[in-house]
């Protein structure tokens, strides 16, 4: 039995019938010819891992064969199921989190204004590089589509609120610290994972595109403490 | 309207828009960044192509290890110090005093999230396999 693996990639003639006549008009102005064959080209769904499989050989002396393709698709989707995974995980801790910070600023009466006001701005930061980082894990993603984009941000945006909502409405009855304690440390567990594992160790130990080059490291490592000490200094008064 | 409920009213659309923002903004930088200025041949094709080619660079690796201690400072310093606070009385572990109990529900989160992302690479492998007759 012989294994014949080979990479095909959609030949340049194909890769031309493909695009409509309108857009090769309009492509062929700016670029030399070379150039604009090698972008359609490179389009990684045109690429398909063709197995071809000699499982015999017939009455006419010449091999019969069997060939699977389209391998890579089916790799592709399996990451694209884990990706979505991680992104749902993700939202679902920076959630519980928001809404009880929501919660914690919608509690406070009229007595603790100025401490209303800080938490106003402490929270919009807060939320905001938190939202930064949701929304650099969604552009991560790259098939997903422009409508659950939107959903995520939205949805994500919706959660400070609703729990500030909440602790209006609940704020002449009093709640008990123990609820919020054991929610916050669980989500501090979940945030730990991500944070590390899922978006840190992911970034620097790449293997599903190009790996990360020397250069690159540094840069990387000066952005993370970056961020890091800027939520730090957050929580002077968050 | 007394003033502090106006204050947390005007909190709820203040927080609301700037969670918004700052979600969709990674998205900006990335399009502005790497869209062609001639956005004529921006055909499917070419999107995908480009898109494959953002997380290598330089500015998207930043970004994201910038979120990344973010959310590890989020949790060390916001979350797990809040809750130390709150669960500092023992009133929850009486018989134990001064179990770390913030401290173990942190780590039931993370090995939590271990368990469920490999029971899920688990069922994704027997969704994808289970016509083979010896499956285990």
């Known amino acids: 039995m012989i294994i014949i693996i080979h990479p095909t990639i959609g030949s340049t003639t194909n890769c031309i019938e493909q695009l409509p006549p309108a857009i090769i008009d309009q492509s062929d102005k700016g670029k030399p010819q070379d150039d604009r064959e090698n972008d359609a080209c490179d389009n990684p769904s045109h690429l398909h891992l063709q197995i071809t499989t000699e499982i015999g050989i017939n009455q006419q002396q010449q091999p019969v064969t069997v060939t699977t393709v389209s391998v890579a698709e089916d790799r592709e989707k399996k990451t694209f199921k884990k990706q979505f995974l991680k992104l749902i995980i993700f939202e679902f801790s920076v959630a519980l989190h928001s809404v009880i910070i929501g919660f914690n600023l919608g509690i406070l009466t009229t007595a603790d204004i100025p401490e209303i006001k800080i938490l106003m701005v402490a929270l919009g930061f807060h939320q905001f590089f938190e939202g930064f980082s949701l929304g650099t894990m969604i552009i991560d993603i790259q098939k997903l589509s422009w409508n659950s984009i939107i959903l995520f941000i939205i949805a994500f945006a919706l959660t400070t609120p609703i729990g500030i909502l909440i602790g209006i409405l609940t704020s002449s009855t009093t709640t008990s610290d123990h609820a919020n304690g054991v929610i916050n440390a669980l989500a501090g567990g979940f945030l730990i994972y991500a944070g590390l594992v899922e978006i840190l160790h992911e970034e620097f130990a790449r293997e599903t595109s190009k790996k990360v080059s020397i250069q690159q490291r540094p840069v990387m490592c000066v952005s993370m403490i970056l961020g890091a000490v800027f939520m730090a200094i957050l929580a002077i008064w968050a | ?136």
């Open chain 2, 1 to 136: 309207m007394e003033q502090s409920l106006q204050l947390r009213v005007v909190a709820i659309f203040e927080i609301f828009i700037i969670s918004a923002v700052g979600a969709y903004l990674p998205q900006y930088i990335i399009e502005q960044t790497t869209l062609k200025k001639d956005s004529e041949v921006t055909v499917a094709t070419e999107v995908n192509n480009e898109s494959q080619q953002i997380s290598e660079t330089l500015l998207f690796r930043s970004l994201k290890c910038f979120s990344g201690g973010l959310v590890v400072a989020v949790a060390f310093c916001h979350l797990l110090a809040d809750s130390v606070g709150d669960l500092s009385d023992d009133s929850l572990v009486k018989g134990t005093p001064g179990f770390p109990l913030t401290m173990s529900l942190a780590m039931t989160g993370v090995i939590f999230l271990v368990c469920l992302e490999q029971m899920t690479v688990v069922a994704l492998d027997m969704v994808d396999n289970y016509n083979s007759s010896n499956y285990w």
